[in-house]
């Protein structure tokens, strides 16, 4: 049986050979080789925990950034007094450390909270955690109407989206929410900021005109913030002029 503590400097990573020998009061003996390896000591770096309000992370959420050590690690979330703890709402916690399911409305439940990681050779490093909860994502929809072959005007978005954790993606698609967006010939979707660019093309039959279609635009951010809000597209006939007599 080996037990004690191994030592944090002194060794490198290389395999160490030892010679184990046995004898009984009889005489009789016998002996072993055996290689030991002492890896790097386990390092755990925790990025903050950023989530929104009210949201479901659609793939787990893994802060946790591991080197050295031995083998697999397990993490354990723990309280201030140590005990394994309950994910608070409807959050559920890993033993690899991902996190997933429903977000609390506040962070009040998680904080204090700790993250206990330990490696199959022995190493056990504890840390705090510092969890952000965002305010939940919340769309405002306006109903742009542009002049058929005119340029769009700079900043035109018609899906604002404010709440939610900052690395919010975007898209856009048909009124029925799955089929990629047919934006008229000309216009572009930002995926980045939501906004509409482009001029938009003429046709020459003025009767053809306003042409309203509804879109739908979806985002979702890294928190588990998701939502969709629709607006109309309306544009309107071309410019004229006339001659006056």
């Given at each position: ?84 703890a309950k994910a ?85 698609y048909e009124r ?70």
């Amino acid at each position: 049986v080996i037990r004690g503590t191994v030592p944090m400097a002194g060794f490198n990573p290389n395999m160490v050979t030892y010679t184990i020998k046995a004898f009984d009061e009889g005489g009789g003996g016998a002996s072993k080789k055996v290689g030991f390896k002492i890896n790097p000591p386990l390092n755990v770096e925790i990025e903050a925990i950023r989530l929104t309000a009210g949201g479901s992370p659609t793939s787990p959420i893994y802060p946790f950034k591991i080197s050295g050590g031995t083998g697999k690690t397990e993490i354990t979330f723990i309280d201030k007094n140590g005990v394994p703890a309950k994910a608070p709402g409807g959050l559920v916690f890993g033993r690899t450390g991902g996190i997933t399911g429903k977000v609390p409305q506040d962070a009040s439940e998680l904080q204090g909270m700790q993250a206990r990681v330990t490696d199959e050779g022995g190493g056990v490093v504890t840390k705090d955690i510092k969890w952000i909860v965002n305010p939940p994502m919340v769309a405002t929809a306006v109903n742009p109407e542009v002049t058929a072959g005119g340029a769009i005007p700079t900043g035109l978005i018609p899906v604002k989206i404010t709440g939610g954790t900052p690395d919010v993606k975007l898209a856009i698609y048909e009124r029925d929410g799955v089929s990629p967006a047919a934006l008229p010939e000309g216009v572009e979707f930002n995926e980045v900021n939501g906004s509409l660019a482009g001029k938009v093309k003429s046709f020459e039959q003025a009767n053809a005109y306003p042409i309203e279609k509804v879109y739908v635009v979806k985002a979702a951010d890294q928190g588990g913030g998701s939502l969709e809000s629709k607006f109309t597209l309306k544009i309107n006939k071309f410019l004229q002029l006339s001659e006056l007599n």
